[in-house]
């Protein structure tokens, strides 16, 4: 009987505590919409079947993109879509289309860290040296980001971040296969945040 009082009570105490703390303790809630530009590499091979050799290609673009999402205490969400100006002449356009599923670490008021997953689809058009006709990727997307997001006020965050997009994707034309490995992206990026009611 005394046992059974004691269990009712500890209950009732673990759950008026709780309920104590969460009217004190408010998490924000925000909208996000951001606005992102950088450097990519872009990791691929080329096959020349017909005359047995491999090739590994590294080409550096530039990248600038959008970012629209929304964020809880530790969590934060994109849609994301960037555009890769083109390596060279033969490219007609570069396109990812994701999304980013992002951990904050709050270290400070300041500052938080953070770490990510990301997947989504790559688009690109070109041409290969001594080809007529263009080549099409449309192909998934998944991988990691990580970095640093600074509050330089209530409503505005600036982060520098690194983030890595593996694919496996082959265009395989007059027994020339061009397969792109992966993106490495470092970049640099303003979030403007509302508060959500």
């Known amino acids: 009987m005394i046992k059974n009082r004691f269990g009712k009570a500890l209950v ?8 104590m703390m969460a009217d004190t303790i408010i998490y924000p809630d925000y909208s996000l919409i951001g606005i992102e530009g950088g450097a990519t590499s872009i990791n691929s091979d080329v096959d020349d079947h017909n005359a047995n050799t491999s090739e590994a290609v590294n080409k550096t673009v530039q990248n600038v ?3 629209i999402g929304a964020e809880s ?6 849609l994301t879509a960037n555009y ?28 938080n860290l953070y ?3 990301n997947g ?29 997001n600074f509050h330089a006020t209530k409503l505005i965050d600036l982060e520098l971040g690194a983030r890595l997009m593996m694919l496996d994707a ?11 490995n992966n993106f490495v992206t470092g970049y640099a990026s303003i979030i403007f945040k509302y508060e959500m009611p």
Do not use: C, H, Q, W
């Open 12 to 19: 009732a105490a673990v759950m008026f505590s709780s309920a």
């Open 65 to 67: 993109g959008v970012k």
């Open 73 to 78: 205490y530790n969590y934060r969400i994109f």
């Open 84 to 111: 890769y100006t083109n390596p060279d002449s033969s490219y007609d356009y570069i396109g990812t289309f994701g999304g980013e599923l992002d951990y904050l670490l709050n270290v400070s008021s300041k500052m």
């Open 115 to 117: 770490i990510g997953i």
């Open 120 to 148: 989504g689809i790559v688009n690109m058009k070109f041409i290969a040296p001594n080809e007529t006709s263009k080549r099409l990727i449309s192909d998934p997307y998944y991988g990691a980001d990580a970095g640093l």
């Open 170 to 180: 082959t265009n395989t034309k007059n027994n020339v296969s061009y397969t792109f």
